[in-house]
């Protein structure tokens, strides 16, 4: 495919490693492309990263057609670069656009923008302990009207930020409020699309548990907020009584690439692993009867975050005694490995960078 070069003529100074944080920083350049109905995918093109205008009736800005996807470059000991299964993430991407009626983009053409554009920027790949370069691809719909339609015009860009370390302090179990009000996602709707509004419909359950000194919340379904479904926005599993247990993908959960790596791994090395429903009861009793292990979020940002305290209607629960759990520590330090080339990937996840 045909994708123009704009070069950017005043590079910024690359920051240091350890002030990265967590999306602060922007490369050099942007991907945007541009979608008509009836005429499909169109002025592809890597620019210098920029503002970008919007019309003011813009279908995102007012009725959040919006999807995103997230995922990681690696850089290697060897100097060289590599990502970790894009294509999932391209194919997530398009049925979250089905989902929410935006186009999609064909396989090969998205994994050739994103190896050019990625390609394009690699030397912003940090190399320091736990840095990575986050990529960022996103569409929304951007018909310059108000009528509500099916979306005729729609853009795709790519974002690239230089992330530092999740852990830069050390691997610390958060602590996690249940929510019991606000729900997340609901059968039928947009919970297992990647989509903005989706965050947008959890920031007032995150803000309460963060002035209440938790670091995330997790989700009850949406219908009896009865059952787990997620962690923030990571998913979420839990060791109970030597079975490892993950909700089912239901329709209001996120389908993770963390997690359907982790499942992968603990049943190609024999564990027992579930997918099926589980109850903020049957969750609460293992609490209480010592028979919960382990619990841990796992998501593209931090890879795995162990799980030390779960807190229910003023209750609080201390998990794994406040520590990092065995299993926890094996899927991380095997999922890591794998991406940033220590170890070896012996299930062909990792997508090198020419
Ligand atoms: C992105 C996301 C996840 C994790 O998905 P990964 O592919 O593992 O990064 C989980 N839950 C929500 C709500 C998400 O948006």
Excluded at 31 to 46: K, N, S, V
Excluded at 90 to 115: F, G
Excluded at 300 to 324: D, F, H, M, R, W
Excluded at 328 to 335: F, V
Aim: charge should be negative; hydrophobic fraction near 35%; aromatic fraction near 10%.
């Amino acid at each position: 495919m045909d994708i123009k070069i704009v070069r950017n003529e005043n590079p910024k100074v690359k920051p240091e490693a350890s002030t990265l944080g967590f999306g602060k920083y922007f490369t050099d350049h942007m991907f945007i492309m541009d979608y008509t109905a009836g005429e499909g995918w169109h002025d592809a093109r890597i620019v210098p990263f920029g503002k970008y205008e919007i019309h003011p009736a813009s279908t995102a800005l007012h009725y959040g057609s919006e999807i995103f996807e997230g995922l990681k470059a690696y850089r290697k000991a060897d100097g060289s670069v590599q990502l970790f299964r894009p294509m999932e993430n391209i194919r997530r991407m398009n049925r979250s656009a089905e989902r929410l009626c935006l186009p999609t983009i064909p396989e090969d053409m998205a994994l050739e923008i994103l190896e050019t554009f990625v390609g394009f920027e690699k030397d912003w790949t940090p190399s320091a302990e736990g840095t990575s370069l986050y990529i960022r691809p996103f569409m929304f719909g951007n018909d310059e009207t108000l009528g509500v339609h099916a979306v005729h015009h729609a853009t795709f860009m790519i974002i690239l930020s230089p992330v530092g370390s999740y852990y830069a302090e050390g691997i610390n179990p958060v602590k996690i409020m249940i929510e019991d009000t606000d729900v997340r996602a609901v059968r039928g709707g947009t919970g297992e699309a990647k989509c903005g509004g989706n965050y947008a419909a959890s920031n007032r359950a995150g803000e309460k548990a963060a002035q209440q000194g938790y670091s995330q919340v997790l989700w009850l379904d949406g219908v009896e907020r009865k059952y787990i479904e997620e962690v923030g926005a990571m998913n979420v599993m839990f060791k109970i009584a030597g079975e490892i247990v993950t909700p089912a993908l239901v329709g209001s959960i996120l389908p993770g690439i963390t997690r359907k790596s982790c499942l992968e791994l603990l049943r190609k090395e024999g564990y027992k692993v579930s997918e099926r429903l589980l109850s903020i009861d049957e969750l609460q009793a293992a609490m209480q009867n010592g028979t919960l292990e382990e619990a841990w979020g796992c998501g593209t940002a931090a890879v795995i975050s162990p799980i030390g305290e779960l807190a229910y209607k003023g209750k609080k629960y201390t998990v794994c005694g406040g520590k990092i759990g065995e299993i926890t520590q094996h899927l991380y330090d095997t999922i890591t490995g794998i991406q940033w080339g220590k170890r070896e990937d012996t299930f062909g996840w990792t997508y090198p960078l020419k």
